[in-house]
């Protein structure tokens, strides 16, 4: 019987997301980086009754077939050729859903990584990133973490050099949570802005951190703020709050969730409890794996 399997799933956040255009296939091609944050779900893999497999989520609002987890089980389970032994999979949810930080993504990646041992699949890294791509755009990223710049819907993968140590200030206003699907379409199909990404690339190949400031400080770091920032004010006053507090924000995917980098660890501690008092859910975070 196999023992139990523990894997963390990390957070992301988009240090530059670019829509370049919409697609036929009702999706847009882009080109991000993607950097991966110590903010982690956990998710736990144990023998279970019988065969096939059990879900569970510590968040009642995300239980059911609809969670990733539960599709990449069911994937995998369908393409297996013979019945596989029980499982029972557990979620345990510390990253805010819906909020642009790939959660549901990583999940996945970690469910994919976690049956694949547990099930003894065999399958290689190619194989489960052409799988995770069949679940969701930034899953392939998620199976692979690090700093990614990212192109085609996501899935299209360059490993850059790693992302400087930076403290992250991460924040999703209360109540506000959104669709990448809405988000997407709420961007306006002629005129939307198109930052380009290679200074914010160049200064990560050069390691150079007054770059990387530049680049957050100038404020043009995700096409998709501009649909975004109309569909709730209390994202307008989310950024401001981190503005007001000397931290440059920048959103994440298609929010709602802002960042801020810092190198200064009593600058994050203080604005992550600024930002609790103000109401938003507030965590401190770091750059790199959990
Ligand atoms: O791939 P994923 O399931 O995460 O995407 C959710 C939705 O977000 C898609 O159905 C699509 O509407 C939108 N999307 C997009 N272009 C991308 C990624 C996502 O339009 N590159």
Avoid at 1 to 7: E, G, K, Q, V
Avoid at 87 to 96: A, D, E, R, T, W
Wanted: hydrophobic share 45%.
């Amino acid at each position: 019987m196999s023992a139990a399997i523990i894997i963390k799933a990390p957070a992301k956040i988009n240090l530059g997301l670019t829509v370049l255009k919409r697609r036929p296939d009702g999706y847009h091609d882009l080109s991000s980086v993607m950097q991966q944050v110590s903010l982690a779900d956990t998710i736990r893999l144990e023998p279970g009754p019988g065969s096939g497999f059990l879900f569970f989520c510590t968040d009642p609002a995300l239980r059911g077939k609809k969670n990733l987890v539960y599709q990449a089980a069911a994937l995998l389970s369908a393409r297996a050729p013979a019945e596989l032994p029980g499982v029972k999979l557990s979620l345990y949810k510390q990253i805010p859903a819906a909020a642009g930080l790939g959660g549901g993504s990583s999940d996945a990646a970690a469910a994919l990584k976690g049956l694949n041992r547990f099930w003894k699949l065999g399958l290689g890294e190619k194989e489960l990133m052409k799988l995770g791509a069949l679940l969701g755009s930034d899953i392939p990223y998620c199976l692979q973490g690090g700093t990614m710049l990212a192109g085609g819907r996501g899935e299209k993968l360059t490993a850059l050099p790693a992302l400087p140590f930076y403290w992250v200030v991460l924040a999703v206003p209360a109540g506000v949570a959104f669709s990448t699907k809405d988000v997407y379409g709420a961007l306006d199909p002629v005129q939307f802005s198109r930052p380009s990404l290679a200074p914010l690339v160049k200064a990560i190949r050069e390691h150079d951190t007054a770059g990387l400031h530049e680049w957050f400080s100038g404020g043009q770091t995700n096409t998709l703020e501009g649909a975004v920032l109309p569909l709730s004010p209390s994202l307008q006053q989310l950024k401001n709050k981190f503005l007001h507090l000397g931290l440059s924000p920048a959103l994440s995917g298609s929010g709602p969730a802002y960042f801020a980098l810092t190198g200064d660890l009593r600058i994050a501690r203080a604005a992550v409890a600024a930002l609790r008092e103000a109401g938003a859910r507030a965590y401190l975070c770091w750059t790199g794996p959990a």
